[in-house]
Each structure stands twice: as structure tokens, then as C-alpha cells.
């Protein structure tokens, strides 16, 4: 995508009278000024200087969106056929900016206080004594561990992904079958899979995967027992929903692969395993780099299964932060804790996802 | 036919032929194993939701032959033939959940695909400059929403509602919902837009229509099957969403998914209604699974090939 200059050159030539102008500005810098003051009254009210018998933030709400609109409309009014290009992105981003960046900047506020929802003394400020009790909080590390060990089983998902991606592109026969089959366990809800695999089919005295381990010589079948065992079993279970996802990316990008270059491989006599890595494997490499990393966004968002299965246990072994945070909230409603936790979260995703592109650039990147 | 075969494979042709057909055997037994594996919890969960408590603990599989098929599960959610006619409260409850689960996502999809196409149209078109901002940066300003984890959301989102009267309510998870999938819609439709080519308007342009006469009447129907697809997709997205449902909402507005996650806490678990429950949960996705298969692929490999 090329990034300068319009791709649509459109000659426009637009005559704009000075009253529609006027009237332009006029209405923006009006509705602003309107929005401002229902705000303004509305802060006097909460801080008890003034009585306007409010009962929530709704007119600021409302007064807000009438001045988005205003905002929209006004840009046709003064800009004529260039505002009406803006028009374009323009409602996308005020509704992205007041939907994030007004709750982050919110967010910020909220994470330097001690906030309990169910207490009734409200926020007070407390400085850095979040900080303080995150840094001697060694759950949250250790579901900051736990999210660097979910991140790392990516590259198992990776490979079984590959596998079936290239069984797919085989020539087979019941092609639309099998790719409607893999591709179920994405469509389903993960709180109705975690029901069903972990609570109903991983049931250690007659769930069927623990009659399968029984067996297959495993004593004891429990899944949710060992640390280290819940840990795989929320992977697996994360896994089974996921891989259809690389799946498809990865299939995507085999189909684009030239036949030719499989054809001229075969004539210089690699074949099977040698054409793969030398051929298939180089070629698929920026495309397996975009499904890893989106793979790896998603999965830091990891929550539902851990909530719905485990809630953490045993011991905070399967926690990830999120499930952490909600717990933390649900527990002890402590919203200004839970908020600084998210906010630490949030810088460590953007330093680390930042590092991650840079050195995938760097590998997939052609090589001269 | 009795006469005597002339012609024979050479060894070295059989050897291949062997060789292909392990290959065969292998690539086919990794398909039909995988597809178990994803077929079996969906076989199970059905199978177990017309079970009666001994058939399950006895891990019974195959109805009629193990077990009689029971309507036992799907009773007790009021959904089965002899309850249908009967007032249920837990119908009510759970089609109360349908509904309210399915005007969400509809209506949030519909609300990302919009905006969403909008800005991608936007993008690939103009060159904008918005303050400091280009055209690129604005992209990666809509893409790195992907990146924000919904818990940095969550808990300002529920202070801020709680201000704004707008907790369990449905406006604000559906707000909520088209943001998380806004970007996922604007990555898809970008790619699909930069596939058409500009003469396409250019010559509408030429013909006396506006830009917006040319996005909606020749633009827009050309990239219909990348917003079906989008539209799937966030569809599938938003209905199964459990994290901002679980905060946000409490009586009024919850979805499918907290009412079935509400449902494992309890004890003495009823296997048979909390089958019927997930599947009934999941039933609408596969429907959409199957028929419309082709639209997410395909709005899932977008940009996966450049």
C-alpha cells in the first residue's frame, strides 16, 4: 500500500460561500462549547459546589455525541469534496479515541488510587502504593511466568498447524469435509468448549479422554491435579481451539506458492523432506511470522478457559494476568489495583510485541 | 483374459508406488484423526445432553446401543417436545440470553463492518493528514487496537459506565464489542479494497457521480463477499465473548456464554442440562460453521498473503 498521495486523484472545484463557513465553525466550536459546559456543571456537581440535580454523566454523554456529529458534518461544511473524504475515517476514529484513549487516560487516574467499589469512601489518591504492592504480589508474577510458558507452547500449535495445513493442500479427496471439520473449534464459544472438554469430557472418573488415559496405563487420570499437568491441559485446550486458525493462514499461503517452483525443485531432484525445508519452508516464512505473531496477540488475551476450568488453580498454576485481574476484581473489587496491574500488562505486551516485529522483520526480510 | 501379462511394472515402479501409497495412508490418517479429534467433544456434548445419570457415569457413547435417548437434559431447559407447550422459567431465562446474545453481536458486527469499511475505503483512497498523522500511521492507530488486551479496558470501562448508567446494559457492551472487532474489519477490508482497482471510480467519477455515489453504488458491491466475510467473523467473535459480558453485565443484558459459565459453578452438576445448555450455546455457530465456511476463510486468510 503505497502511502503518499491519493491513489484516487480527484480534481474538485469547489466554491464555498463565507455565511457556509461561518455557519460551519459556528456549529462545531458551538456544540463544543455546549459539551464543555454540561461537563463543567456536571464536575461542580459532583464536587458538591453546586446543585443542578443530576443523576449520572449521561448529558455529558449525550452533549459529547451531538458534538462528534457536529464535528462530522461540520467538515463537509468547510472543506466541501475534501471533507467528505475525511468523512470517511473520520467517524471510525472519534469512535476508536473515545472508546480507548478517554478509558486509558481514565485508566491512569484510576491505577495511582486506592479504589474498593464495594466500600463506600470512593477513590482516594495513594501514589505509588500500588506500585509497591504489585512488585510484592508474587501471584502476578507468577502469571506473568505462566503467560511466557502459554506464549511458548505457540510454537507446538505452529507445527501441528503446518502439519494439517499441508495434509489439506494434498490431493485428497472429501476436501470441503475436512476443512469444515478443522475449522469447527474456532466458531465455538471458548466457555461452552471449556465445559465441554474440560469439565465434562476430562471428568477423572468417567469423562471419556480419562477412561482413554485409564487405558492406555494411566493410573490415576487427573487433569487438573499437578501444576504442570493443568498448565498443558488449559495449552491443549487453548490449542484445540486455535490451531484452525494458523491452519487456514498457513493454507492460505501454500496455495499461493507457485506449482512452477515445486516442478523445478522435483527436476533438481529434491524431493520429499529436502523439498520442503529448502522450498515450502523459506517460502511460507513471512506468512508464518504474520500468523505467529497474530497468534501470539490472541493469546495474550487468554482468559475465558482459565476463568471458566481452573479459576487460576491449582495453586495459581493455569492463571494468566487476565484471569488474575478478574479475580482480583470479583474477589476484592478493587478496581484501582486491578487497573494498575492491566496498565503494567499493557506496557509489557508493547515493549515485547514492539521487539517481536523487529526481529521478525529482520528474519523475513529476503536475504541478499 | 487368460493370456499372460506382457508388460510388467519394473521393481523400481513398485517400489514408488509403494512409497506413494504410504504417503496416502499417512496423509489420510492425520485427517481422519484430527477431524476426530475436533468432531468428538460436539458428538459428545449432544450425545451426553439425551443421556440420564447412569448412562453418564458409566461413560455410555453410542445411543441405542448403550443408552436410550433421553429428553432429560433438554427438559430441564424446557426445550424438549412435551415441555414445549408448558410455561418454563428456564426457557424464558435462556431464550431471554439467545436474544440478547444474538441483537449483540448482530448488532455490533454490523456496527464494526460499517466503520470499519468505511475507514478501510478511506485509507486506501485519500491521503489524509490529521495533525501529525499520515495515512500509515492512522492504519497502524486502528491496527494496534488489536494488540490491547481487553482487561486494560475492563476496569476503567466499568468505572466509567458505572458514571454513565450504562452497566448491564446492552448500547454498552455492543460499543464495547465493535471496538474489539473494528480492527479485525479494518485489516480484512483493506486488503479487499486495495484489490480493486481505482479506474473502476475514476470512471464513475467521469460518469458525474460523487465519491460517496461511487463508493456505495460501484465500490460497495464489488467488495461485498470481503464484508460478508468480515461480517461472519466478527459475528463469531462477539458472540462468543465471555470476559467483558462477565464485568459488565449482571441481570439484564447477560449473554449466552455467562449463563453458561454461571452454570459449572454450581454443585452437584446436572451433566445432561449443562450439555443441553452448551450445546444449544454453540448450535448457532455451527450452523454458520458449515453453510458459510468459504467467507471465513477467506476473511481469514486475508492479508495473510501479500
Same mark, same amino acid.
Given at each position: 500500500?503505497?502511502?503518499?498521495?491519493?491513489?484516487?486523484?480527484?480534481?474538485?472545484?469547489?466554491?464555498?460561500?463565507?455565511?457556509?463557513? #461561518?455557519?460551519?465553525?459556528?456549529?462545531?466550536?458551538?456544540?463544543?462549547?455546549?459539551?464543555?459546559?454540561?461537563?463543567?456543571?456536571?464536575?461542580?456537581?459532583?464536587?458538591?459546589?453546586?446543585?443542578?440535580?443530576?443523576?449520572?454523566?449521561?448529558?455529558?454523554?449525550?452533549?459529547?455525541? #451531538?458534538?462528534?456529529?457536529?464535528?462530522?458534518?461540520?467538515?463537509?461544511?468547510?472543506?466541501?469534496?475534501?471533507?467528505?473524504?475525511?468523512?470517511?475515517?473520520?467517524?471510525?476514529?472519534?469512535?476508536?479515541?473515545?472508546?480507548?484513549?478517554?478509558?486509558?487516560?481514565?485508566?491512569?487516574?484510576?491505577?495511582?488510587?486506592?479504589?474498593?467499589?464495594?466500600?463506600?469512601?470512593?477513590?482516594?489518591?495513594?501514589?505509588?502504593?500500588?506500585?509497591?504492592?504489585?512488585?510484592?504480589?508474587?501471584?502476578?508474577?507468577?502469571?506473568?511466568?505462566?503467560?511466557?510458558?502459554?506464549?511458548?507452547?505457540?510454537?507446538?500449535?505452529?507445527?501441528?498447524?503446518?502439519?494439517?495445513?499441508?495434509?489439506?493442500?494434498?490431493?485428497?479427496?472429501?476436501?470441503?469435509?475436512?476443512?469444515?471439520?478443522?475449522?469447527?473449534?474456532?466458531?465455538?464459544?471458548?466457555?461452552?468448549?471449556?465445559?465441554?472438554?474440560?469439565?465434562?469430557?476430562?471428568?477423572?472418573?468417567?469423562?471419556?479422554?480419562?477412561?482413554?488415559?485409564?487405558?492406555?496405563?494411566?493410573?490415576?487420570?487427573?487433569?487438573?491435579?499437578?501444576?504442570?499437568?493443568?498448565?498443558?491441559?488449559?495449552?491443549?485446550?487453548?490449542?484445540?481451539?486455535?490451531?484452525?486458525?494458523?491452519?487456514?493462514?498457513?493454507?492460505?499461503?501454500?496455495?499461493?506458492?507457485?506449482?512452477?517452483?515445486?516442478?523445478?525443485?522435483?527436476?533438481?531432484?529434491?524431493?520429499?523432506?529436502?523439498?520442503?525445508?529448502?522450498?515450502?519452508?523459506?517460502?511460507?516464512?513471512?506468512?508464518?511470522?504474520?500468523?505467529?505473531?497474530?497468534?501470539?496477540?490472541?493469546?495474550?488475551?487468554?482468559?475465558?478457559?482459565?476463568?471458566?476450568? #481452573?479459576?487460576?488453580?491449582?495453586?495459581?498454576?493455569?492463571? #494468566?494476568?487476565?484471569?488474575?485481574?478478574?479475580?482480583?476484581?470479583?474477589?476484592?473489587?478493587?478496581?484501582?489495583?486491578?487497573?494498575?496491574?492491566?496498565?503494567?500488562?499493557?506496557?509489557?505486551?508493547?515493549?515485547?510485541?514492539?521487539?517481536?516485529?523487529?526481529?521478525?522483520?529482520?528474519?523475513?526480510?529476503?536475504?541478499? | 483374459?487368460?493370456?499372460?501379462?506382457?508388460?510388467?511394472? @519394473?521393481?523400481?515402479?513398485?517400489?514408488?508406488?509403494?512409497?506413494?501409497?504410504?504417503?496416502?495412508?499417512?496423509?489420510?490418517?492425520?485427517?481422519?484423526?484430527?477431524?476426530?479429534?475436533?468432531?468428538?467433544?460436539?458428538?459428545?456434548?449432544?450425545?451426553? $445432553?439425551?443421556?440420564?445419570?447412569?448412562?453418564?457415569?458409566?461413560?455410555?457413547?453410542?445411543?441405542?446401543?448403550?443408552?436410550?435417548?433421553?429428553?432429560?437434559?433438554?427438559?430441564?431447559?424446557?426445550?424438549?417436545?412435551?415441555?414445549?407447550?408448558?410455561?418454563?422459567?428456564?426457557?424464558?431465562?435462556?431464550?431471554?440470553?439467545?436474544?440478547? =446474545?444474538?441483537?449483540?453481536?448482530?448488532? @455490533?458486527?454490523?456496527?464494526?463492518?460499517?466503520?470499519?469499511?468505511?475507514?478501510?475505503?478511506?485509507?486506501?483512497?485519500? =491521503?489524509?493528514?490529521?495533525?501529525?498523522?499520515?495515512?500509515?500511521?492512522? $492504519?497502524?492507530?486502528?491496527?494496534?487496537?488489536?494488540?490491547?488486551?481487553?482487561?486494560?479496558?475492563?476496569?476503567?470501562?466499568?468505572?466509567?459506565?458505572?458514571?454513565?448508567?450504562?452497566?448491564?446494559?446492552?448500547?454498552?457492551?455492543?460499543?464495547?464489542?465493535?471496538?474489539?472487532?473494528?480492527?479485525?474489519?479494518?485489516?480484512?477490508?483493506?486488503?479487499?479494497?486495495? =484489490?480493486?482497482?481505482?479506474?473502476?471510480?475514476?470512471?464513475?467519477?467521469?460518469?458525474?457521480?460523487?465519491?460517496?455515489?461511487?463508493?456505495?453504488?460501484?465500490?460497495?458491491?464489488? /467488495?461485498?463477499?470481503?464484508?460478508?466475510?468480515?461480517?461472519?467473523?466478527?459475528?463469531?467473535?462477539?458472540?462468543?465473548?465471555?470476559?467483558?459480558? %462477565?464485568?459488565?453485565?449482571?441481570?439484564? $443484558?447477560?449473554?449466552?456464554?455467562?449463563?453458561?459459565? =454461571?452454570?459449572?459453578?454450581?454443585?452437584?452438576?446436572?451433566?445432561? @442440562?449443562? %450439555?443441553?445448555?452448551?450445546?444449544?450455546?454453540?448450535?448457532?455457530?455451527?450452523?454458520?460453521?458449515?453453510?458459510?465456511?468459504?467467507?471465513?476463510?477467506?476473511?481469514?486468510? %486475508?492479508? /495473510?498473503?501479500?
Amino acid at each position: 500500500m503505497s502511502s503518499s498521495g491519493d491513489l484516487l486523484h480527484v480534481v474538485t472545484n469547489d466554491s464555498i460561500s463565507a455565511s457556509r463557513k #461561518t455557519f460551519g465553525r459556528v456549529m462545531i466550536w458551538g456544540s463544543g462549547a455546549l459539551m464543555l459546559l454540561v461537563a463543567a456543571a456536571q464536575l461542580l456537581h459532583m464536587t458538591g459546589s453546586a446543585e443542578f440535580g443530576f443523576e449520572n454523566w449521561r448529558p455529558t454523554l449525550y452533549t459529547y455525541i #451531538t458534538w462528534a456529529i457536529c464535528l462530522c458534518w461540520g467538515q463537509v461544511l468547510l472543506h466541501g469534496e475534501h471533507g467528505k473524504r475525511t468523512l470517511f475515517v473520520l467517524p471510525a476514529a472519534l469512535f476508536v479515541i473515545s472508546l480507548t484513549v478517554f478509558p486509558l487516560l481514565f485508566g491512569l487516574i484510576i491505577a495511582f488510587s486506592d479504589w474498593n467499589l464495594s466500600s463506600p469512601d470512593g477513590r482516594s489518591f495513594n501514589g505509588l502504593e500500588n506500585v509497591r504492592q504489585m512488585w510484592a504480589d508474587p501471584f502476578y508474577w507468577n502469571a506473568m511466568l505462566n503467560m511466557v510458558w502459554y506464549v511458548l507452547a505457540i510454537l507446538v500449535e505452529y507445527a501441528i498447524a503446518f502439519a494439517l495445513a499441508l495434509a489439506l493442500n494434498a490431493e485428497i479427496r472429501a476436501r470441503k469435509f475436512f476443512r469444515v471439520a478443522f475449522l469447527l473449534p474456532l466458531m465455538l464459544s471458548p466457555v461452552a468448549v471449556s465445559w465441554m472438554i474440560g469439565k465434562s469430557m476430562l471428568e477423572p472418573r468417567f469423562g471419556p479422554i480419562a477412561s482413554l488415559g485409564r487405558a492406555l496405563g494411566w493410573d490415576d487420570p487427573s487433569f487438573f491435579g499437578s501444576p504442570w499437568i493443568a498448565k498443558a491441559t488449559i495449552m491443549v485446550m487453548d490449542a484445540w481451539t486455535f490451531i484452525p486458525f494458523m491452519m487456514i493462514m498457513i493454507l492460505a499461503g501454500l496455495q499461493a506458492i507457485p506449482k512452477e517452483l515445486h516442478e523445478a525443485a522435483k527436476v533438481d531432484g529434491a524431493n520429499g523432506w529436502r523439498a520442503f525445508w529448502e522450498v515450502t519452508f523459506p517460502m511460507m516464512l513471512p506468512v508464518s511470522i504474520t500468523a505467529i505473531l497474530i497468534r501470539i496477540i490472541f493469546k495474550l488475551k487468554l482468559a475465558d478457559i482459565v476463568i471458566a476450568v #481452573t479459576s487460576g488453580g491449582p495453586g495459581g498454576a493455569t492463571d #494468566t494476568v487476565t484471569s488474575f485481574i478478574f479475580r482480583e476484581y470479583r474477589d476484592r473489587s478493587n478496581v484501582g489495583y486491578g487497573t494498575l496491574l492491566a496498565m503494567v500488562y499493557l506496557v509489557v505486551i508493547v515493549i515485547a510485541m514492539t521487539l517481536l516485529m523487529k526481529f521478525a522483520e529482520r528474519i523475513s526480510r529476503p536475504r541478499t | 483374459m487368460t493370456q499372460t501379462q506382457i508388460f510388467h511394472d @519394473s521393481p523400481a515402479d513398485r517400489a514408488h508406488r509403494v512409497k506413494w501409497f504410504s504417503g496416502r495412508l499417512a496423509v489420510y490418517t492425520l485427517l481422519i484423526l484430527w477431524a476426530i479429534i475436533c468432531l468428538f467433544p460436539i458428538y459428545w456434548t449432544l450425545t451426553t $445432553s439425551f443421556k440420564m445419570a447412569p448412562d453418564v457415569m458409566k461413560g455410555n457413547m453410542v445411543p441405542w446401543v448403550d443408552f436410550t435417548p433421553k429428553w432429560l437434559g433438554w427438559k430441564s431447559l424446557g426445550l424438549s417436545p412435551d415441555t414445549w407447550g408448558a410455561e418454563s422459567t428456564v426457557r424464558a431465562e435462556f431464550l431471554k440470553r439467545f436474544a440478547n =446474545s444474538a441483537i449483540i453481536a448482530v448488532t @455490533s458486527s454490523v456496527l464494526a463492518v460499517a466503520l470499519g469499511s468505511l475507514a478501510a475505503y478511506g485509507l486506501s483512497r485519500f =491521503s489524509y493528514k490529521f495533525a501529525w498523522m499520515r495515512n500509515s500511521d492512522i $492504519s497502524f492507530f486502528f491496527l494496534s487496537q488489536l494488540i490491547l488486551p481487553p482487561v486494560v479496558l475492563a476496569l476503567p470501562m466499568l468505572v466509567l459506565y458505572k458514571e454513565l448508567a450504562l452497566l448491564d446494559t446492552r448500547i454498552g457492551l455492543i460499543l464495547l464489542y465493535t471496538l474489539s472487532v473494528l480492527p479485525i474489519v479494518i485489516w480484512i477490508m483493506r486488503d479487499q479494497f486495495s =484489490s480493486i482497482p481505482t479506474e473502476l471510480e475514476e470512471a464513475a467519477l467521469v460518469d458525474g457521480l460523487s465519491i460517496w455515489g461511487a463508493f456505495v453504488t460501484i465500490i460497495l458491491p464489488i /467488495a461485498l463477499p470481503g464484508m460478508v466475510a468480515a461480517f461472519i467473523l466478527s459475528l463469531v467473535l462477539t458472540w462468543n465473548e465471555y470476559f467483558f459480558a %462477565a464485568l459488565l453485565t449482571s441481570t439484564h $443484558s447477560n449473554t449466552l456464554p455467562v449463563m453458561v459459565a =454461571s452454570q459449572t459453578g454450581s454443585q452437584g452438576i446436572s451433566w445432561w @442440562s449443562m %450439555a443441553a445448555l452448551a450445546w444449544a450455546a454453540i448450535f448457532p455457530l455451527i450452523i454458520i460453521g458449515v453453510v458459510l465456511e468459504r467467507y471465513i476463510i477467506k476473511g481469514m486468510a %486475508a492479508g /495473510a498473503v501479500k
